[in-house]
């Protein structure tokens, strides 16, 4: 499955509740494609309801990333460390449709949890239905 049919999938609630890998090579357009498809979602009314979660490696990435993706502020809550970069967005983190965070907050906060629990990721009461790793995923073992 191509990135823009995976990312359409989950916006649909149509993705199985598995993860994907787009293995593509660096400079080839994955953060071009991501950013046109949350351009595209943000733009359709029957997509209101749809939230964004995309995960950045580092800091040094969203500043970047939020300028070239152009999310109107009021749709965009961004979590990090930085007092900076986290006003570039002025929803609070379960009003916007797109949530920006950094891999190490989403790591600290979930603590080996499940997604499905993890509240402070929720848009509007729910789990996001699409969520984006940007880069490097390594999987952690769960301790019992």
Same mark, same amino acid.
């Given at each position: 499955m191509d990135l823009t049919r995976t990312l359409e999938a989950m916006a649909e609630g149509e993705a199985p509740a598995k993860f994907f890998l787009s293995s593509l090579d660096p400079g080839v357009g994955k953060t071009q494609t991501i950013t046109h498809f949350v351009d595209a979602l943000l733009s359709s009314p029957i997509h209101a309801d749809v939230g964004v979660l995309i995960c950045v490696a580092r800091l040094s990435e969203l500043g970047n990333l939020i300028h070239d993706m152009a +999310? &109107?502020?009021? %749709?965009?809550?961004?979590?990090?460390? %930085?007092?900076?970069? %986290?006003a570039?967005?002025?929803?609070?983190?379960?009003?916007?449709?797109?949530? +920006? +965070?950094?891999?190490?907050?989403?790591?600290?906060?979930?603590?080996?949890?499940? =997604?499905?629990?993890?509240?402070? =990721? =929720?848009?509007?009461?729910?789990?996001?239905?699409?969520? +984006?790793?940007?880069?490097?995923?390594? &999987?952690?073992?769960?301790?019992?």
């Open positions: +999310i &109107p502020e009021e %749709n965009l809550a961004v979590v990090t460390s %930085n007092p900076t970069l %986290n570039l967005g002025k929803a609070e983190p379960n009003r916007a449709q797109v949530l +920006i +965070i950094t891999q190490q907050m989403i790591e600290k906060r979930l603590n080996c949890g499940r =997604f499905s629990d993890a509240g402070q =990721f =929720f848009y509007d009461g729910s789990p996001r239905a699409v969520r +984006i790793w940007d880069e490097s995923y390594l &999987p952690v073992a769960r301790s019992r």
